[in-house]
C-alpha cells in the first residue's frame, strides 16, 4: 500500500496546473439543467480560477478571446470561448458508462425548491470515486437518517436502513422500476453489485417521498438512476485495485447517437478478490447494455436495457461472539476477520456458506408527447433472478453444551464439536478432514432402494440399513424468480395545473426449494423431504455458480413450494405550480395484491393454497412555499394502509391462509426548510411516522409458566427526528459538506394478546413490556462531515462520521421482554470513522485520465456494527467496551483502501 501512494504522489507531481479567469455565466447539468454548485471554471493557460456558487453562476472580468476550461466532478469537461451571461452545460459521465439514453418520465424526480419532500442526492461523481470496494449501499451512510451495514462481511451482503426502518420497509427504485422482493421486501445487494459501474446517481426521498407506485414505504424511497438523456461517443477503460487481492476492470462504450436516432451503450466488468474476512473470496460480473432510438423531430422515445451481475462470494453467516473475535484474534487482540465456518478443502479455501445469484433486468421505455401539455411514460420490465446460498445439512449434534451458541447454533460448529472434524492451528475448519471422517464412518449401503449397493449413502434423520445420519454435507437452498412487470402514466399541463394517472402491474413467482451441492466424500444421500414419495438417494447435485447452476432442474430435498404474488395499482396526482412560489400537490393510490402458495413436497392432501386478495392504498400530500430567492419551507402529510408480506399470509410454511390478516396502518407528518445562498446550502427537516396494526404471532412462556402461542396484533414504534444538512464553499478551492440526523424511534406502549394451545383453545394472556422500548438495528444519532479541497487537478476530501443511539437487533419476543422490570435494548458504544481519498485528473496519451485513492476507516477503528443479541453486562460480566463478550456481533472492517485507474477513449 505504501508504494502505491508513493506512485499517487509520483502522477501528482506531473500535475499541469490550469488557471482561472473572470467571466459571467452558469454552469448546469445537460440532462436536467439544474445548476451545478461548485464547478471549477478556469481560464486556460492562466493560473486563475474560481468556483460557482449554489445557483451554478460565476462572475470574472476576463479579456475578450480567453478560452474558459469549465469541469465539475463526475461530469466531461467543457472549453468553450470566454464572454457574458453564457450558459454552460457540462454531460454527466454517469460513472463508467457516460451518459445512458433517454431518461424514461415514469421516474419520479424530487426537484429542489418544488417538490415538498426531504431529499437528498448523490450525485456520479461521488459514486464513481468513492465507493471503490466498498459495498454500494455504503455511499448513503453520508446522507441524513441512513445505516448500513456490511453485515457478515461478504461482498453483497450489506444491508442499509432508512429512518430505522429496515430494507423491507424502504423503496429501492432502479429507473423507477421496484426491487424490492416481491415476498418478504428484502433487497439483496449482491445482485445489483453492478450499480457501482452504472449508476448515474442517487435519489434518497426520505419519508413519503414523490413516488407515484401504488403504496409507497414507511421509511422512504430512494432512486437509483442509471441513464441520462443523450450520450455522445466514447469510451472507458478503468482498472481498481484494492485491500485482499481486489481486482476489478472495467470496459465501456458508447456509440453515440446516430443521425438517424439510433444509440447504443455496453459496458463489461470483472471483479476478484479474497475479501476483508477470512474465507470470504469471491468473483462477479456485471454486463450491460442499452440501445435507444429517437428518430429526429419525432414524438416518440424508445430505450431498451439490460443489467445483470452474475457472482458467488463466501459468507460469514454464523453471528460471531465478541469473546470468539478475542480468542481467534492475534495475542488476544479482537479480529474483525474472524469467520467460524471458513477453512480449507483440497489445498483451496472451501466455506459452508456460498452465496451465488444472476439477476438480469431488461427493461423497454417508451416516452411519447403526444402533445405539447399531454406525454405518456410506459416503462415495461423482467427480471429471471436464478441462484441461492449453500449451507451445512447433516445429523444436529448437540452435545448439551450449548451455552456458547445460545442464539445462533451453528450446525457445522456441532459437528466439529462431535468429533466429525477439526480445526486448524488458525481456526480454519479441515473440510478434508470433515470428507475422510463422512467416508470413514459410512458403511456400504444395505437398504432397500436397488441399484445403490455399497455405495457410501448419508441422510439427515432418516435410519435405513446402511445409511449414515452422523454425516454433514453442503446443500443449496435455491430462491429463484420470475418477475414481469408494467409502469405507465398519462400527465396532462394545463396552465399552472399538471394532473396524472398512472397504473403499476406486477406479476411475481418465487421458486424455493434444496439440493444437494457437495456431498463432502460420500456418494449419495438419501432423501425423505418430498412427502408425495418414499424418499429417494440422490448422487448429484447443482453448482454453485452464478452462471452454471442447474435452475429449477434436477433432484431436490427438504422443501420445494413456490410463492405467487400479483399486484394490480392505480394512482393519480394533481399538482399546483405557479412557477415562483407556490407549489402544492395531493397524490392517491388504491392497489390489490393478490398471494398464494403452492407446496410440491409438504402437504400432498392440501398442495394449492387459495388465492388471497388484500387491498391497501395511500393518500398524501403537501406544499412547498419559497420566501424569495434563498428561502422556501415545505411540508407533507400521509396515511398509508399497506398489505402485510407473504409470510404473514401464509404462516408456519403452510398453505392455510391466515384467519387475522390485517393492513398496516402508517401516518406521517413532516415539516422542512431551505436556505440557499451562492456559497451557502442548508436543509433542515423535522419528522413523525407512526407505524401499527403489525401482526406478530409467537410461542411464549408468559409471567405464569404458561407455554402457547400469543398472537399480538397491534404492535407498533413511534419515529420521529430531526435532521440537517448542509453545503459550504469556503473558498474557490474548499467545500465543506456536513449533516446531523438525530431520531428518537420506539415503541409506544406494552402489548397484550390471548394465549392459545396446541388445539387453538384459550388459555390466559401475555404481555410484552415494551412501553418506551428503543428500536434496534439502526443509529438513531448520526452525522458526517467532509472537506473538499482542490488544487488544479488534484483534489483531498477527508470525511469523519459518528454514530450513536446504536441498539441491539431484539425481538420483542423475546423472553426479556415478558417480564415487567427489563432492561429494554442493548445500546451499543458509540463510534468515529475518518476516511480518506485523493484525485489527480492529467492527460495520457492525449486522453483524459484520472487517478484515485481511498482509504476508508484511516485510524483502524474497532467498533460493533451491529448486534444480534441482547444481553446486558452485570458486576460478573467479562466486557469490552462495557458490551457482555457474550454477545453475538458484527464488527465492522478495519482500514481498508483502493485504487483506481481511469482513461477516456
Do not use: C
Not at 409458566?705 to 399480538?712: K, L, N, P, R, S
Not at 473558498?731 to 409506544?748: E, F, I
Amino acid at each position: 500500500m505504501k508504494k502505491l501512494i508513493l506512485l499517487w504522489f509520483l502522477a501528482l507531481s506531473t500535475a499541469t496546473t490550469f488557471s482561472q479567469e473572470i467571466f459571467t455565466g452558469k454552469v448546469v447539468d445537460g440532462e436536467t439543467n439544474e445548476p451545478l454548485p461548485g464547478a471549477t471554471v478556469l481560464a486556460k493557460g492562466t493560473t486563475n480560477g474560481v468556483a460557482t456558487g449554489f445557483n451554478g453562476e460565476f462572475v470574472i472580468d476576463a479579456p475578450a478571446g480567453t478560452i474558459l476550461v469549465v469541469s465539475y466532478l463526475g461530469y466531461s469537461s467543457a472549453e468553450v470561448p470566454g464572454g457574458q451571461n453564457l450558459i454552460i452545460a457540462l454531460d454527466a459521465e454517469a460513472n463508467q458508462l457516460g451518459e445512458i439514453v433517454l431518461t424514461s418520465s415514469v421516474i419520479d424526480i424530487a426537484k429542489t425548491r418544488e417538490t415538498p419532500v426531504a431529499v437528498s442526492t448523490i450525485a456520479p461523481a461521488e459514486i464513481s470515486l468513492k465507493v471503490g470496494n466498498q459495498e454500494f449501499p455504503e455511499i448513503m451512510n453520508r446522507t441524513p437518517g441512513v445505516y448500513a451495514t456490511k453485515q457478515g462481511g461478504g461482498y453483497g451482503d450489506s444491508r442499509i436502513s432508512l429512518r430505522g426502518f429496515d430494507q423491507r420497509n424502504t423503496s429501492f427504485l432502479i429507473n423507477g422500476q421496484p426491487v424490492n422482493d416481491m415476498e418478504n421486501g428484502w433487497v439483496y445487494w449482491s445482485n445489483w453489485q453492478g450499480l457501482t459501474d452504472v449508476a448515474s446517481g442517487i435519489q434518497i426521498q426520505r419519508g413519503l417521498g414523490a413516488s407515484r407506485l401504488a403504496v409507497p414505504s414507511v421509511g422512504g424511497t430512494v432512486s437509483i438512476f442509471t441513464k441520462a438523456a443523450e450520450m455522445s461517443e466514447g469510451g472507458v477503460i478503468s482498472q481498481t485495485v484494492g485491500n485482499d487481492q481486489y481486482y476489478k476492470t472495467t470496459v465501456a462504450y458508447n456509440t453515440g447517437k446516430s443521425e438517424k436516432g439510433w444509440a447504443s451503450s455496453y459496458l463489461l466488468s470483472r471483479w476478484v478478490g479474497d475479501g476483508y474476512v477470512d474465507n470470504t473470496a469471491g468473483e462477479g460480473w456485471t454486463y450491460f447494455f442499452a440501445l435507444a432510438y429517437q428518430p429526429e423531430g419525432s414524438a416518440h422515445a424508445f430505450n431498451l436495457s439490460l443489467l445483470g451481475a452474475g457472482q458467488w462470494h463466501h459468507q460469514r453467516d454464523a453471528w460471531v461472539s465478541i469473546r470468539d473475535y478475542e480468542n481467534f484474534g492475534d495475542q488476544g487482540e479482537i479480529d474483525p476477520r474472524w469467520n467460524t465456518n471458513g477453512g480449507v478443502l483440497k489445498g483451496k479455501e472451501f466455506n459452508m456458506r456460498r452465496n451465488f445469484y444472476n439477476k438480469p433486468l431488461a427493461t423497454l421505455n417508451w416516452d411519447w408527447d403526444i402533445s405539447d401539455n399531454v406525454k405518456l411514460a410506459t416503462s415495461l420490465y423482467a427480471s429471471a433472478g436464478r441462484g441461492g446460498g449453500t449451507g451445512p445439512r447433516g445429523q444436529n449434534f448437540r452435545n448439551g453444551d450449548i451455552d456458547m451458541y445460545p442464539f445462533n447454533i451453528d450446525l457445522t460448529q456441532h459437528y466439529l464439536e462431535n468429533g466429525r472434524g477439526t480445526r486448524l492451528p488458525n481456526g480454519q475448519i479441515d473440510f478434508d478432514a470433515v470428507v475422510a471422517t463422512n467416508r470413514a464412518t459410512t458403511g456400504p449401503y444395505t437398504g432397500g432402494i436397488t441399484g445403490y449397493e455399497g455405495l457410501r449413502i448419508g441422510s439427515n434423520g432418516f435410519r435405513e440399513d446402511g445409511v449414515n445420519r452422523e454425516v454433514m454435507i453442503r446443500r443449496a437452498s435455491m430462491n429463484s424468480h420470475d418477475w414481469f412487470g408494467a409502469i405507465s402514466s398519462l400527465d396532462i399541463t394545463s396552465g399552472n395545473f399538471r394532473y396524472s394517472i398512472g397504473i403499476d402491474l406486477r406479476d411475481y413467482k418465487g421458486y424455493h426449494y434444496r439440493a444437494l451441492n457437495d456431498l463432502m466424500g460420500l456418494d449419495g444421500y438419501y432423501s425423505t423431504g418430498n412427502q408425495n414419495s418414499a424418499g429417494e438417494i440422490i448422487e448429484t447435485g447443482i453448482k454453485a455458480d452464478p452462471f452454471k447452476n442447474t435452475g429449477l432442474s434436477g433432484p431436490k430435498i427438504d422443501y420445494y413450494n413456490i410463492g405467487y404474488v400479483g399486484w394490480q395499482g392505480l394512482n393519480g396526482l394533481v399538482e399546483y405550480n405557479d412557477q415562483s412560489k407556490i407549489t402544492a400537490v395531493l397524490q392517491a393510490g388504491i392497489s390489490n395484491q393478490s398471494f398464494q402458495r403452492e407446496d410440491l413436497f409438504d402437504q400432498p392432501t392440501n398442495p394449492m393454497s387459495e388465492k388471497k386478495n388484500l387491498t391497501g392504498g395511500y393518500v398524501k400530500g403537501g406544499a412547498n412555499y419559497n420566501f424569495n430567492d434563498k428561502s422556501n419551507v415545505f411540508f407533507n402529510a400521509g396515511f398509508i394502509s399497506r398489505q402485510p408480506q407473504f409470510d404473514a399470509v401464509f404462516p408456519n410454511f403452510a398453505n392455510l391462509v391466515n384467519p387475522d390478516l390485517q393492513n398496516e396502518v402508517i401516518t406521517s407528518f413532516e415539516l422542512g426548510y431551505g436556505f440557499l445562498a451562492r456559497d451557502f446550502r442548508l436543509n433542515v427537516n423535522a419528522y413523525s411516522t407512526s407505524w401499527g396494526h403489525r401482526f406478530v404471532s409467537r410461542g411464549i412462556t408468559n409471567a405464569q409458566g404458561v407455554d402457547g402461542t400469543a398472537q399480538f396484533k397491534d404492535i407498533s414504534v413511534l419515529h420521529q427526528g430531526l435532521e440537517v444538512e448542509a453545503t459550504y464553499n469556503a473558498t474557490s478551492q474548499l467545500r465543506l459538506k456536513g449533516m446531523v440526523s438525530a431520531g428518537n424511534w420506539k415503541y409506544t406502549k406494552d402489548f397484550t394478546a390471548t394465549l392459545f394451545d396446541g388445539n387453538n383453545q384459550e388459555i390466559g394472556t401475555g404481555t410484552l413490556y415494551t412501553d418506551g422500548a428503543k428500536v434496534g438495528d439502526a443509529a438513531q444519532f448520526t452525522a458526517f462531515l467532509e472537506a473538499d479541497y482542490r488544487i488544479g487537478r488534484t483534489s483531498f476530501d477527508l470525511g469523519l462520521r459518528f454514530v450513536d443511539g446504536l441498539y441491539a437487533d431484539y425481538s420483542i419476543t423475546d423472553s426479556d421482554f415478558l417480564q415487567p422490570d427489563n432492561q429494554g435494548a442493548l445500546k451499543l458504544p458509540s463510534f468515529a470513522l475518518v476516511d480518506l481519498g485523493a484525485t489527480h485528473r492529467f492527460e495520457l496519451f492525449g486522453k483524459d485520465s484520472s487517478l484515485r485513492l481511498n482509504i476508508n476507516n484511516l485510524f483502524n477503528t474497532t467498533y460493533i456494527a451491529e448486534s444480534n443479541s441482547n444481553i446486558h453486562a452485570d458486576a460478573s460480566s467479562d466486557t469490552w467496551k462495557g458490551i457482555d463478550k457474550r454477545n453475538y456481533v458484527w464488527l465492522g472492517f478495519g482500514t481498508t483502501w483502493n485504487a483506481t485507474f481511469k482513461i477516456n477513449l
